[in-house]
């Protein structure tokens, strides 16, 4: 599929060469491939139309650099609308400045949330932190003692209270983290359907009480246009701070983040690499540029203009 | 209630805000370039791919053009079913035991999905047999030992991090001289550009065979409702290693609308079997064809 599309590229990029200034009829194809490209890669329809638009308006008329083609210029320009809508070059950090300070990871079932939440404890735990996982997901058959496993494994401690009630047990943790100096408090919740009002009821009511300075929403790499709307709905009812985005290890193209950037606005923080409790890495949008594109090649020649 | 009836609700909060009806929309309209559009925002929203979408809509073309006055959203609705198959999973089978393996990317319902299916044949009289085969994930052990308990199930496991293919062996052993009806194999969640734990796969087939020369009988893979068009790759990968013999499509209860199963139906042949709506054991329904495409496109009878 990759090559396919990089073919289709080149083809649609070579009648821009040797013209000085790009116009709508030389790049009507490149457009229609890009388009292409998008959709294929699971950016949502509306959010693909949306910036189709916009990079259009960016590149015509635009003056090509003397040391690139025309058709480079026009990848350049795309390029960095895509980085740019993705949230820019550098990785955003989680900001906790309280002490303690709580993150709270929310999502549709299955998303890696408490996979996550593990990571994200051990990564604190290596920066000197004392982290402290909490196990707010009382649905899930066997949710709890995921958590208490994956804490073991890490050497962080969890509290999962009376294991029944997910409010109840915030709660409580908040008592108990203050009274063992924990410095992070992370919270797992259980995963969920936008459209499940009391479940995201609970959710709301969480947050109210502890106050989260992260709430994060965790996506899947692999999702599809349904994600534009499942973003939205989380964002709308609790005000998201950024996402984490996982199972980046796979072979998706992961079109999924510049939906949720999109229709949302807030960035993507992390990136899940793996099921391995080391496998989260700060979110670097250039890296993935390419790779929705499906394109790398001809944006890493461009890269060394 | 329908059996599509919880699909249905997810999808009409989604319309509702999205298009509003579908119906109210495409009401007396003739197939224009107008209305072609809409109705290609309407598939590729679905998760169809454009590929697929673009055959249908070309179908679409030609069948409005030799048919007058017909109603270009049921010709949709029609076309639509004839691209899928309706083969439905074994609920009754005769053989015993009836091994069914069930494979898939992670966190795609797997696990949930194992628990529905023996919760069908539990009622349906069977005995079932549960293979504690994800020796793998944090807890994947204990949360189908849960099941087990919960829906009547026998579970059969061993330590975590085991090997995965030794539980499988066990459990066809057991379900053997136990005279049980059929025999579930749960597996670690794998992505599927991942080539050594798809090899695992292969040897939990080739160590079943050792038991059982007939081999086992259904292949399932899970898909998640909510993926794109990865699961077009996901399904090949799987359907190379370890041959598919079926799919589930899973959480088909939020506003997601499966349409990576006409993909995949195209491209690979392969039967869509069942439907998941929910985490609980009766949230599993068979695939129906025309009802699905009817929920889709916010069509009722
Ligand atoms: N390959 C890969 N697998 C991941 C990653 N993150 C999580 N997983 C796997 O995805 C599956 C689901 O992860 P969980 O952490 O249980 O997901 P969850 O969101 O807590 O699920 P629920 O609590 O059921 O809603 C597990 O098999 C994890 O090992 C990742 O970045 N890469
Ligand atoms: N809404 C909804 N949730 C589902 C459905 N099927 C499964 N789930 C949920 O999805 C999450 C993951 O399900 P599992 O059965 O653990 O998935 P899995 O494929 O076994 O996961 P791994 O073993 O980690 O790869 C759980 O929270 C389930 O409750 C469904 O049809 N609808
Ligand atoms: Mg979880
Ligand atoms: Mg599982």
New binding site residues.
């Given amino acids: 599929m990759f090559e396919n599309i990089q073919k289709k590229f080149s083809l649609a990029f070579k009648n821009l060469s040797g013209k000085g200034k790009i116009s709508e009829k030389n790049i009507k194809d490149a457009v229609k491939e890009v388009k292409l490209s998008l959709l294929e890669a699971d950016v949502n329809y509306k959010v693909v139309k949306n910036f189709i638009d916009s990079v259009k308006e960016k590149a015509l008329g635009e003056k090509v650099l003397e040391s690139l083609t025309p058709d480079q210029e026009f990848i350049r320009i795309l390029k960095n609308e895509l980085i740019e809508l993705m949230g820019g070059k550098e990785p955003e950090k989680l900001v906790i400045s309280r002490n303690p300070g709580y993150i709270m990871l929310v ?11 593990a990571k994200l404890a051990k990564m604190y735990k290596e920066k000197g932190k004392k982290p402290l996982l909490v196990a707010a ?1 009382t649905y ?1 058959p066997a ?1 709890i003692d ?1 958590l208490i496993t994956l804490g073991t494994q890490i050497d962080v401690p969890v509290f999962s209270g009376d294991k029944v009630n997910a409010r109840k047990i915030v709660k409580e943790a908040k008592n108990y983290a203050e009274k063992m100096l924990h410095d992070i408090v992370i919270i ?1 919740t ?3 359907l936008h459209i499940d009002d009391d479940m995201m009821k609970e959710l709301e009511d969480i947050k109210n009480y502890i106050k989260p300075e992260e709430i994060l929403m ?1 996506v899947d790499s692999m999702m599809g246009q349904d994600a534009v709307r499942t973003a939205k709905d989380f964002n709308d009812r609790l005000e998201l701070n950024g996402f984490i985005v ?5 072979d998706s193209r992961g079109g999924v983040i510049i939906s949720i950037r999109h229709v949302t606005g807030k960035p993507i923080k992390l990136a ?4 391995k409790i080391v ?2 890495e700060p979110f670097y949008a250039d890296r993935y540029a390419g790779r929705i594109l499906g394109m790398g090649d001809v944006l890493s020649l461009i890269e060394k203009v | 209630m329908g059996i599509f009836d919880k699909f249905k609700k997810g999808l009409e909060k989604a319309r509702n805000t999205f298009f509003g009806s579908i119906k109210t929309i495409f009401a007396g309209k003739t197939l224009d370039d107008e209305t072609l559009e809409e109705l290609e925002e309407i598939l590729v929203m679905s998760d169809m791919g454009v590929e697929v979408t673009q055959k249908i809509l070309k179908e679409l073309k030609e069948f409005y053009k030799k048919s007058d006055d017909s109603d270009p959203l049921i010709l949709l609705r029609d076309i639509m079913e004839e691209n899928l198959t309706n083969e439905p999973i074994n609920l009754n089978p005769t053989k015993k035991p009836y091994v069914i393996l069930v494979v898939g ?3 795609n319902g797997k696990t949930t999905t194992i628990a529905k299916l023996a919760n069908q044949y539990i009622k349906n009289g069977k005995s079932v047999v549960l293979a504690a085969g994800d020796t793998f ?1 944090a807890a994947a052990i204990e949360q189908l030992k849960h099941w087990g308990e919960k829906i009547g199930a026998e579970v059969i496991a061993h330590e975590h991090g085991s090997d995965a293919a030794a539980v499988a062996f066990d459990a066809v052993k057991h379900a053997k001289a136990k005279g049980k009806d059929v025999v579930l194999i749960d597996t ?2 794998r ?1 599927h550009n991942k080539s050594n734990l798809m090899e695992e796969l292969k040897k939990i087939k080739r160590v079943v065979q050792k038991e059982l020369p007939e081999g086992i009988d259904e292949t399932l893979l899970i898909l998640d409702g909510t993926t794109g068009q990865n699961g077009i790759v996901q399904a090949k990968a799987f359907k190379e290693t370890v041959d598919i013999t079926g799919i589930v499509i899973t959480k088909l209860d939020g506003t997601a609308k499966g349409g990576i199963a006409f993909a995949i139906d195209h491209d690979l042949n392969i039967p869509i079997r069942m439907i998941g709506v929910g985490e609980k054991e009766d949230d599993l329904q068979p695939f129906v064809p025309h009802e699905y495409c009817d929920a889709l496109l916010g069509l009722e009878e």
């Fill in positions: 999502g549709l079932q299955g998303s890696g949330k408490t996979t996550s939440a997901d899930r949710a995921q797992d259980a995963g969920r965790v996982t199972k980046l290890d796979g899940g690499t793996g099921e496998a989260l | 990317v992670n966190g994930r670690a969640g992505l």
